[in-house]
């Protein structure tokens, strides 16, 4: 008991000590279970398989760079990834920010309630229900077929488009709920008085609302863009037959127990986060997410 | 994450274990007549069952009644020996050599394109089959072979084999298909609304089909191809691309679609067909002409295995008559026990799936994997390797 409270006492007398011990069983997490990882993805990344027995010879070469950069499929699966997240990315800002606008401007309050916990609903339900659903509402006799028919249309069926679609409506919430947040920072007075200068509603969304929510829109990109870079059921469920950098990981993973060059493939979805995450620094969305 | 940090420190411990004998790229490939697999001993006697075991199958191999009550051959061996049994499924046999590297299953039902895999890695061990009384009464022609034995050391006891086959809509594909040509013809009718099996050794379908439609391509086992071969199979497989409307390792995902009318046809399993047919759609297989690829299954036990009396009460049971019936039947292929065809519900079901008929199953290409000395004796040229393959598949899907 004594000894307990000489430390509690000792404890108290350091106080950069007491942080050191606070903080350490976190900063453990991060640092080895996050970052190495990460470090060890990277690592792997220069090693390569005996292609018969699939072990991990720790050669170290630059072969599987060398394979991701020149073999043009690699190329080809990351353009679409990235044109894929970037897609999702405008279709959610698109639907989000007129939603996000009424719950914070509009809606009485007790409306506004009911309307983030409506937008937050679907988050309860697993992934795989939802990404199921759309593959059977998608489908060649499903619901979209019902509905588009008498119109003139037809569902896109499973491809890319269909990707797409199943991804924004999977994310979302997270790019609705900082815009929401975003837009409830933004003073009512401000909007009245763009109005009282004699704006219209036109021009004081694009010279005042815009500017001011654009932060919070950027970080709403970051999680829709950044989950749909990782993704790979959703395209296996109704993407048909195309792949995205994701499935190559998986595939190599799986299908031909090459480690290696999955984690050589991993790496590229980091470096283009990085980048973005570089890019969009300036605009001071990191403090808005 | 954490797992992640792990597994890549199990692969970094694996991997410096064996760089010294591996070294130099294809260090495990087979020599002259195979290669030689870890020196390992199998089982002298069974001991007291350990009450576990972890089963790795192919789906519809070891049913315990979840996908349907009235399927269940795990939950008697349980009763029967004690063993509590859990059961993992895999799509497609790279998933099953990839699972058994962990080392957290007692035995796998592998088929011919995993089995020389995981013995060459030293995954699974011999097969003592004096300990499995029912492997006397296993067609003689399915043992002590390339797929399941090495240099007459046996690593595993057969379950069954059965060819890939060509399932297709009744009600939309008429006439009904006699050729792969259904699924590769540049104008075929249901171009758009096919389907391809998802994993590289679906390239041998190209090339057995290759075989009987571009014979001076000169293709004698469609694993072994050359590379002239191999691209030409490639190349088929990049045209069939726009017609296939997905591809399939999830056999539930493929019958769904068939259900849907979204695929109209396409390769399938048996056990597919025969799923999709008692959900009341209209929907039937056949065997083309050209041949097909297919399995001959093994179950094996792991090196690593903890399990192994259970292992072993197992594989007895699987291939007991009464059970090997129920399995092959319900997947629909042949069983590996000569006194399974008896207790088949449908007596005519060996006949049909030509059970005891060893010049038929000779004429199935049993999925095979792939490797640089052509299998099929050639000397003077090299093969493409299951890297290759697999390299290609991903080109494939572009």
């Known amino acids: ?289 | 994450m954490l797992a992640l940090a792990l597994f890549s420190a199990g692969a970094l411990l694996a991997a410096c274990g064996t760089a010294s004998e591996d070294s130099g790229g294809g260090g495990g490939a087979p020599t002259e007549n195979g290669f030689s697999p870890p020196d390992l001993p199998a089982l002298e006697k069974l001991g007291e069952p350990e009450g576990e075991l972890s089963v790795l199958a192919w789906p519809g191999y070891a049913e315990d009644g979840s996908t349907d009550p009235e399927i269940d051959w795990v939950t008697p061996f349980e009763k029967e020996t004690g063993c509590k049994v859990s059961v993992k499924t895999f799509g497609t046999s790279d998933e099953s050599v990839t699972l058994m590297k962990t080392g957290d299953y007692d035995v796998v039902s592998a088929s011919g394109d995993a089995s020389l895999r995981l013995i060459a890695a030293g995954d699974v061990e011999p097969v003592n089959t004096d300990l499995v009384p029912n492997y006397a009464d296993i067609f003689e022609f399915l043992k002590d072979k390339p797929w399941n034995s090495v240099s007459g050391v046996e690593y595993g006891t057969p379950h069954g084999w059965g060819a890939n086959v060509l399932a297709y809509r009744t009600d939309q594909v008429k006439p009904a298909p006699t050729s792969w040509s259904t699924v590769f013809d540049p104008n075929s009718p249901q171009k758009g609304k096919l389907t391809a099996y998802d994993s590289p050794i679906y390239i041998a379908d190209a090339a057995l089909y290759l075989m009987k439609h571009q014979p001076d391509l000169g293709i004698k086992n469609p694993y072994a191809l050359d590379d002239k071969q191999f691209t030409a199979a490639v190349d088929l497989l990049k045209q069939q691309k726009p017609m296939v409307s997905e591809y399939w390792s999830d056999y539930l995902k493929e019958s769904q679609a068939l259900k849907n009318g979204d695929v109209l046809a396409g390769t399938a399993w048996q056990v597919t067909v025969n799923l999709t047919k008692g959900e009341g759609s209209p929907v039937d297989s056949v065997l083309p002409s050209e041949g097909a690829t297919g399995w001959s299954d093994t179950w094996m036990v792991s090196a690593k295995s903890q399990h192994k009396t259970c292992a072993y009460k197992w594989m007895n049971h699987i291939v007991s008559p009464e059970t090997n019936a129920q399995v092959a039947e319900y997947f629909g292929e042949s069983p590996a026990n000569e006194k399974a065809c008896a207790l088949t519900t449908d007596k005519t079901h060996c006949d049909l799936y030509h059970a005891g008929d060893a010049d038929y199953a000779s004429k199935i290409w049993y999925w095979t994997t792939p490797i640089a000395q052509c299998l099929d004796g050639r000397k003077d040229v090299k093969c493409k390797d299951y890297g290759e393959w697999t390299q290609a598949w991903t080109e494939i899907k572009g």
């Open chain 1, 1 to 289: 008991m004594t000894a307990l409270r000489g430390a509690s006492a000792f404890l108290h007398r350091t106080p950069r000590l007491r942080l050191g011990v606070l903080l350490s069983a976190p900063l453990l997490w991060l640092g080895l279970a996050y970052l190495g990882a990460l470090a060890a993805l990277f690592l792997t990344a220069f090693w390569h398989t005996d292609p018969f027995t699939g072990k991990v010879i720790t050669d170290w070469s630059l072969d599987n760079f060398e394979t991701l950069v020149t073999d043009s499929v690699y190329r080809t699966i990351t353009v679409r990834t990235v044109a894929i997240a970037a897609g999702v990315t405008v279709v959610d800002a698109l639907i989000a920010f007129p939603m996000a606008f009424y719950m914070a401007k509009i809606a009485s309050p007790r409306a506004r309630r009911i309307l983030v916990i409506a937008v937050l609903t679907p988050l309860w339900a697993s992934y795989l229900v939802k990404a199921y659903s759309w593959r059977t509402m998608l489908s060649g006799n499903g619901v979209l077929h019902w509905l588009l028919d008498p119109i003139g249309l037809d569902t896109p069926g499973y491809g890319l488009p269909a990707t797409v679609i199943t991804l924004s409506y999977l994310w979302l919430p997270y790019m609705i709920l900082p815009i929401y947040a975003g837009l409830e920072r933004l003073p009512d007075s401000l909007v009245d008085a763009s109005g009282d200068l004699g704006a219209r509603p036109g021009r004081t969304f694009r010279s005042v609302v815009l500017p001011l929510t654009f932060p919070a829109i950027v970080a709403g990109s970051i999680f829709t863009f950044s989950l749909s870079l990782g993704d790979y059921i959703t395209v296996k469920i109704v993407g048909g037959t195309s792949q995205m950098l994701g499935n190559v990981v998986y595939d190599n993973i799986g299908a031909a127990n090459n480690l290696p060059f999955a984690a050589t493939v991993a790496t590229v979805p980091v470096v283009i986060m990085l980048l973005y995450l570089a890019a969009v620094r300036r605009t001071g969305a990191l403090e808005n997410i």
